[in-house]
Nanobody, 124 residues
Framework: HVQLQASGGGLVQAGGSLRLSCAASGRTFSSYRMGWFRQAPGKEREFVAAISRSGITTSYADSVKGRFTISRDNAKNTVYLQMHSLIPEDTAVYYC?????????????????WGQGTLVTVSS
């Protein structure tokens, strides 16, 4: 079992950058593949990025490719989402999530551990 705590959200101007962090409890963090998802007001939760247990393999939604980078530090039980060139459409509550397995996955239903979310607001 793992518990997740996301942080790092805030208000930023378009074109700016933010780094989100997700700290995990427990000694088995490296057993989990991790993902970031987001949910904008009135919209469904959507996939943003995912990373494998080792951090070698990553996957991104087309909308964030080239602007966002997911990474992890298994020694610190933390996964990160570095966001650059932010646009107003990136405004959402961002959630980190974990699931057992190999490789990466963008399928929301496969993730069974979720953090509480952190709000990112991008002003134009």
């Amino acid at each position: 079992h793992v518990q997740l705590q996301a942080s790092g959200g805030g208000l930023v101007q378009a074109g700016g950058s933010l780094r989100l962090s997700c700290a995990a409890s427990g000694r088995t963090f490296s057993s989990y593949r991790m993902g970031w998802f987001r949910q904008a007001p009135g919209k469904e939760r959507e996939f943003v990025a995912a990373i494998s247990r080792s951090g070698i393999t990553t996957s991104y939604a087309d909308s964030v490719k080239g602007r966002f980078t997911i990474s992890r530090d298994n020694a610190k039980n933390t996964v990160y989402l570095q966001m650059h060139s932010l646009i107003p459409e990136d405004t959402a509550v961002y959630y980190c999530a974990a699931t057992i397995g190999i490789g990466v996955t963008s399928t929301i239903s496969l993730y069974d551990h979720w953090g509480q979310g952190t709000l990112v607001t991008v002003s134009s």
